[in-house]
């Protein structure tokens, strides 16, 4: 049974708002990834990290940053929402270590939607 | 880059019928080959994983696939569905580039299993 947490599940805002997707794993990975999924579309990776204090940027361009300050935490920010970024967020995570196969844990996700 | 190719973004298909979801990947080095399933309004879960070994993998809920390397294929099947198998599937395959390994996944193909 996976372990990882998404808040909100579900959250409608306004144009220019600043607004913070929470991910949270309790199985003690090392390896978080942010996807972005739209209708129709493959997943898309916008960020990923390996570990506390490391970050980075996946193929898909987002305007969105991350954090890794802990294990278990990766937070997405958007610092002004506009209506093209609304979408699917899902998080997963998987374990770091040699051989190890890449399966990833997901979240249930958060579905963003901006006005 | 990798890349996945699922030919059917939705199949219809009574229940108790077999089925058959078609993914190709275009990889000719040895690769790892995943089917997740995401039931409405949830995340991702692993159906599947095929990593080396026999080319035929059995995985939850009675879903098999076969890996197919001269035809680049990873079709997955059941040979009776259910209602309860209505949900969107994706397939994924492991990419490695510069270090970095992330899975890639294909455009989702949506099964309704109607009684």
């Known amino acids: 049974e996976a372990d990882i947490y998404q808040t909100p599940r579900y959250l409608v805002i306004g144009t220019g708002k600043k607004i913070t997707l929470e991910c949270s794993q309790t199985?003690?990975?090392?390896?978080m990834y942010w996807y972005q999924q739209d209708p129709g579309m493959e997943l898309h990776l916008i960020h990923y990290?390996?570990?506390?204090?490391?970050?980075e940027k996946g193929d898909l361009s987002s305007e969105s940053t991350v954090s890794r300050i802990r294990t278990e935490h990766f937070p997405l920010t958007l610092e002004s929402a506009r209506p093209s970024h609304t979408s699917q967020y899902l998080c997963?995570?998987?374990?770091?270590?040699?051989?190890?196969?890449?399966?990833?844990?997901f979240g249930e996700g958060s579905r963003l939607t901006v006005l | 880059a990798q890349s996945v190719t699922q030919l059917d973004s939705q199949v219809p298909v009574f229940e108790e019928a077999p089925v058959e979801l078609r993914c190709n990947y275009s990889?000719?080095?040895?690769?790892?080959l995943f089917w997740y399933v995401q039931y409405p309004n949830q995340g991702l879960q692993l159906l599947l994983k095929?990593?080396?070994?026999?080319?035929l993998v059995k995985g939850i809920n009675g879903f098999e696939a076969e890996f197919n390397k001269s035809q680049t294929s990873f079709h997955l099947r059941k040979p009776s569905v259910h209602i309860s198998d209505t949900a969107e599937y994706f397939c994924?395959?492991?990419?490695?580039?510069?270090?970095?390994?992330?899975?890639?996944f294909g455009k989702g193909t949506k099964l309704t299993v109607n009684p």
């Open positions: 997963a995570s998987s374990e770091l270590r040699t051989g190890d196969t890449g399966e990833l844990f």
């Open positions: 199985m003690g990975h090392d390896k």
């Open positions: 990290s390996y570990g506390v204090n490391s970050t």
């Open positions: 990889s000719s080095v040895s690769v790892y």
């Open positions: 095929y990593l080396s070994g026999s080319t």
């Open positions: 994924a395959v492991r990419e490695t580039q510069g270090g970095s390994e992330k899975l890639v």
